[in-house]
């Protein structure tokens, strides 16, 4: 029968031999007694095991291992302390809800906004001021009238002062033009079209239909009335280079949102 344990004697022995305790004859017998008992070599070879991977650890194992706390202990003394992290505190949940609430009203006004009208935004697009033919380079700022309003682009301003300036007789209704360029400029259409109207239908100034023509066509625009633009854009005279190829432009660009 294979033994599962050494024999008592035979441990002590053992234990003797790896604590440096037998002589060199003593290690020789008990060399020469292991070669002709594999069985208890194997029992042995399991004890050198344990010892070596210090299950069973020797003096130098155990004074090693001392060492290595000792290290460890120093290098935790060394380490900077710890600091908890601040506990931060949540949000009330009322305020959650109130922020939740004003994002839904956001939400919901982007989502039931008015869509922007793309022919008025192609009117938006397509102003441009247009000179006055004896425009003054750099009014003083101590003119108010009209015209010099106009001529620094000063257009909510300008056009009911140009307005009132021709009903009044103190200038020519040729002004009637850069009053309804203005209004365009001030974002007032609906008074555009009507200076810009009574001026075409006087048929008072036939050499400057283009440009009457052309900002009705944009009043309209932005009105919304689109076929009414379109008319006043095709029936624009070739009076003005320039105006004719915006005109063409705004003509190509109206085709391409059918």
């Known amino acids: 029968m294979t033994p599962t344990e050494l024999p008592e004697a035979w441990a002590a022995e053992i234990e003797a031999y790896y604590a440096g305790e037998l002589s060199p004859a003593a290690e020789a017998d008990l060399r020469q007694r292991l070669a002709h008992h594999p069985e208890l070599a194997e029992l042995v070879f399991r004890e050198e095991v344990l010892y070596r991977d210090g299950l069973n650890p020797g003096p130098a194992a155990l004074a090693e291992r001392q060492r290595l706390r000792q290290n460890l202990g120093e290098l935790e003394r060394n380490l900077p302390p710890v600091m908890a992290p601040a506990h931060r505190r949540r949000p009330p949940v009322r305020w959650l809800a109130v922020a939740a609430g004003l994002l839904l009203v956001v939400l919901a006004w982007w989502l039931l906004r008015p869509a922007e009208d793309p022919t008025a935004r192609l009117a938006t697009e397509a102003f441009a001021w247009l000179p006055r033919q004896d425009a003054l380079l750099g009014p003083g700022d101590e003119v108010r009238d009209g015209r010099t309003l106009y001529d620094v682009q000063r257009f909510e301003e300008a056009y ?24 365009l400029g001030a974002k007032e259409p609906a008074a555009a079209r009507e200076l810009l109207t009574n001026l075409l239908q006087s048929g008072r100034y036939p050499e400057d239909e283009a440009a009457i023509r052309y900002y009705l066509g944009l009043a309209e625009l932005q009105l919304g009335n689109r076929a009414a633009a379109v008319e006043q854009l095709n029936a624009l005279p070739d009076q003005d280079p320039q105006l004719t190829q915006r005109a063409r432009e705004l003509l190509q660009r109206l085709e391409s949102l059918e």
């Open 160 to 183: 009911p002062a140009l307005r009132e300036e021709v009903a009044s007789g103190t200038i020519d209704s040729i002004n009637l033009l850069y009053a309804g360029v203005a209004a």
